[in-house]
Nanobody, 124 residues
Framework: QVQLEESGGALVQAGGSLRLSCKTS????????MAWFRQAPGKEREFVAG????????NYADSLRGRFTISRDNAKNTVYLQMNSLKPEDTAAYYC?????????????????WGQGTQVTVSS
């Protein structure tokens, strides 16, 4: 069973930046499509960004495109989410997810493995 562990969440002021990391438990994860989701208090979990196995194909929630960047380093079994120009509405728990059935992205990411999440709080 693949395990995912997020890190990098913090309290940051509006306009600041953070980089989240998702460390995976095994090298096989380099074959999987990976994504980040987030869930704000009282709201449903929403897709943030996804990447194929290679990192060359990515997609984003329309509202976040241009501020957030997903990347991966398969040699380190790690997926990243770079978040810039953070806003108070970006406050949420951020979750790493894997689609272990696919190496490529599809129109609606279908996660079957989740991390425990890391909290991002953006103060105004």
């Amino acid at each position: 069973q693949v395990q995912l562990e997020e890190s990098g969440g913090a309290l940051v002021q509006a306009g600041g930046s953070l980089r989240l990391s998702c460390k995976t438990s095994e090298r096989a994860t380099s074959r999987y499509a990976m994504a980040w989701f987030r869930q704000a208090p009282g709201k449903e979990r929403e897709f943030v960004a996804g990447t194929d196995w290679s990192g060359q194909s990515t997609n984003y929630a329309d509202s976040l495109r241009g501020r957030f960047t997903i990347s991966r380093d398969n040699a380190k079994n790690t997926v990243y989410l770079q978040m810039n120009s953070l806003k108070p509405e970006d406050t949420a728990a951020y979750y790493c997810a894997a689609d272990t059935q696919r190496t490529y992205l599809i129109s609606v990411f279908q996660p079957d493995t989740w991390g425990q999440g890391t909290q991002v709080t953006v103060s105004s």
